[in-house]
């Protein structure tokens, strides 16, 4: 990559998606699971004969991660071709 | 054929399997040995990546954890998943462009300094050496338990056997075994969860059957097993019974930390591509999760099954006795991690909470003179699943495979980690910089040789602190290297002086408070302070300190960069190099 803004303007993009990324990933994990648990159990929603912040900490946030993780790399992979930055 | 005969066959035929992988992917080159020449497939990385990760820990003792304190300890979950978001997003694609061997490479080379590459060693070697020890233990306890053999000749056997693939093949070697060693041990855990999954709620996979119907009672079976618990005075299972400041910290201090772990960080060194690395992390998680969803449904199902077995017609009914247990219970019995005692003489089981002042008043009403089931080691719920399901001898057999697979396969990535900061960090960077390949690759075989025999070593005298030694582990891996590979790749500014200081107080502040609670060098009665929450600082536990740490850690490399000169144009440069993906092909010749 020759061209300086280019290269800035896509670690600004980089930088942006993982923040994205890791406020879902704090929110269905320290959020839902653990901290806003409480307010999930008010909601007039039962999984299993609990509630959905039992689900997220012991299945939703992992599975969260994965989708997480797949959907950042895709992202990237779009993003490298976009900027010319893809390894061939 | 006798269960010993069978165990023997199945143990012995993965062991051979293991050996054949070694001889195939002997090592040639240092970039053999250390990287397996970035020519694994991301998918196998991410299997074998699993395998690494995965230890004893995950395969005997994680269910148990989960099924008897219930949500609360949720946090392994989340916290040992959570971290490759961390790995996937922060770390791995550009350390894997940076294109080098091992972790406190990076950070010698990016901070240009030998100092930080010497802390980087340091931390890595305290971190790697006190989580082999609890794998060289498993290994040798799953050995005894299931081939009947000593424990001391297991543990010389199951060194030799990593001996031979680690010391021949190197990374390679390691990266096919531990291909093998994941598909053995996922076969090993689901097979007897899916049976149980079946058994209790008609759904194949363990996974779904935790949130369904219980077969027998007709309600959900997490509203039977806490109707079950709180009937005999436990806490229910799906309440939380602790801070949730703490279950916050922790969490956040396994997935910080689990990012942190060089064992794990070096696998994703040896795929061919940016774009691979972060790919890889994805199917390492894929991996990882098929183990991690299934683990708190065999916790939840065991504990109702046991509950059960010794209150047939229900928990408010007069329990079995003593005569009439399982067979199960018999066997497990004889090796001491089961235990009875018929307090008030009556020759039936009663097991119940006897800590629970609300429920003593009931206790006392129905004639219980306290808990008769006086010893459960947590571990016997996965070893014991394939009896207490009764399914046949060879998924027991399967089992002792697993475990031992699980074992071997982190023990080798640590094996790996440990020797590469010494023949490559210490020989090769620091004191003898004019080797050639050829005998880097000698250094490398021989310091691998040197680290089995002193996992070994410390696997037959076991430090007497095993168990607080993970979360030392995880504690030191967050609040040391996490924050300067980090720091390292998202701040372009951040030079020696920083990234030194923030590692050494990091490091010193968690030693210093898990030192405090848990005593010096964790010698009893050396602590300073009694590990209970009044004493703890604003209510954190000595456990969950890594995230403090780590916060420490760059605040301090903040403030003390701030106040110091800039990293030089090269490595600024650098810097700008390693956030791009293209040119990492050429990066792997280097």
Redesign the interface.
């Known amino acids: ?1 020759s061209d300086d803004k280019s ?1 800035a303007a ?2 600004a993009a ?2 942006r998606i ?1 923040k994205i ?2 406020v879902i ?1 704090a929110l269905v ?2 959020g839902f ?3 806003l ?1 409480p307010l999930l159990q008010m909601l007039p929603l039962s ?5 959905l912040g ?2 997220f ?3 939703g ?3 969260t ?2 989708v ?3 959907s ?2 895709w992202y ?2 779009r993003l ?1 071709r976009e900027f ?5 | 054929m006798s269960q010993f005969t069978l165990n023997l066959l199945v143990v012995g035929g993965s062991f051979a399997l293991y050996i054949a992988i070694a001889i195939w992917a002997r090592a040639g080159t240092t970039s053999d040995f250390y990287a397996a020449s970035r020519g694994i497939n991301p998918v196998v990385n991410g299997a074998a990546t699993a395998a690494d990760w995965m230890s004893a820990a995950s395969f005997i003792s994680m269910a148990g954890l ?1 099924a008897f304190v219930g ?1 609360g300890n ?1 946090t392994f ?2 916290g040992w ?2 971290g ?2 961390l790995l ?3 770390l791995a ?1 550009y350390l894997r462009k940076f294109g080098r061997f091992t972790v406190p490479e990076f950070i010698g080379d990016r901070f240009y300094s030998q100092t930080a590459r010497v802390v980087a060693v340091i931390c890595l070697l305290v971190i790697s050496i006190t989580y082999v020890i609890g794998q060289m233990t498993g290994a040798g306890v799953a050995f005894s338990r299931f081939l009947e053999v000593d424990n001391t000749t297991g543990l010389l056997i199951a060194s030799g056997v990593v001996f031979i693939y680690a010391v021949l093949g190197g990374m390679k070697g390691i990266t096919y075994t531990q291909l093998a060693q994941y598909c053995v041990l996922i076969l090993a855990y689901t097979i007897p969860a899916v049976f149980i999954s079946i058994q209790l709620t008609g759904n194949p996979i363990p ?1 779904l059957g ?3 119907t219980h077969a027998e009672s007709g ?6 097993l ?1 109707q079950v618990l709180v009937e005999l005075g436990f806490n229910d299972y ?1 309440g ?1 019974h602790g801070s ?1 400041f703490n ?2 910290l922790f ?2 201090s396994l ?1 910080i930390g689990t990012a942190g772990l060089p064992h794990v960080i070096i696998r994703f060194f040896t795929v061919p ?3 691979d690395a ?2 890889s ?2 199917w390492a ?2 991996f990882i ?1 098929l183990l ?2 299934t683990a ?1 449904a065999v916790g939840a199902m065991a504990r109702l099954n046991i509950i059960t077995t010794i209150f047939p017609a229900g928990t408010t009914a007069e329990p079995i006795t003593y005569d009439e247990r399982p067979d199960w219970m018999r066997s497990w019995e004889k090796t001491g991690l089961l235990a009875f005692e018929d307090k008030n003489n009556d020759g039936q089981i009663q097991y119940y909470n006897d800590n629970s002042d609300e429920f003593a008043s009931i206790a006392a009403e129905r004639g219980w003179e306290g808990n008769e089931m006086v010893t459960f080691n947590r571990d016997i719920l996965v070893l014991a699943n394939p009896e207490i399901a009764q399914l046949p001898p060879w998924v027991l057999a399967l089992i002792a495979a697993g475990g031992l697979a699980a074992a071997l396969s982190t023990a080798a990535g640590l094996l790996l980690a440990i020797s590469s900061a010494i023949s490559h960090d210490m020989l090769k960077s620091v004191l003898t910089p004019n080797i050639t390949d050829k005998q880097e690759l000698l250094a490398a075989r021989v310091s691998m040789a040197f680290a089995i025999a002193l996992a070994t070593y410390l696997g037959l005298n076991p430090p007497g602190f095993a168990a607080q030694v993970v979360a030392l582990a995880f504690g030191l891996a967050a609040a040391t290297l996490f924050p300067a590979l980090m720091m390292g790749i ?1 701040s372009k500014k951040m030079n020696t002086q920083g990234a030194v200081a923030g590692m050494l107080v990091g490091l010193l502040a968690t030693l210093l408070y898990i030192f405090t609670y848990l005593g010096w060098f964790f010698i009893p009665d050396t602590n300073m302070l009694a590990n209970s929450p009044d004493n703890w600082l604003f209510g954190i536990s000595p456990l969950s300190f890594g995230a403090i740490g780590a916060v420490l850690n760059f605040v301090v490399a903040y403030v003390v960069m701030r106040i110091t000169a800039d990293p030089p144009e090269h490595i600024q440069e650098l810097v ?1 190099s390693i ?7 050429s990066a792997a010749d280097h």
């Open positions: 990559m290269a896509y670690w980089n930088v993982i990324c890791l990933w994990s320290f699971a653990i901290l648990r999984i299993g004969g609990t509630d039992f689900w900490a012991q299945q946030s992992i599975l991660f994965i997480l993780i797949f950042y790399t990237m992979n490298d010319g930055v893809d390894e061939e | 989960i949500y949720s979950l989340m998943t959570g490759y978001v996937a997003l922060l694609p996974a935790l949130f369904s309600v959900p079976l997490l509203t039977k806490n799906t939380h949730k279950m916050f969490t956040m997935m591509k940016v774009a972060r790919k992390a994805g998680l894929v999760a991690y969803l708190p998202f700008e956030r791009v993906p293209r040119g990492a092909g």
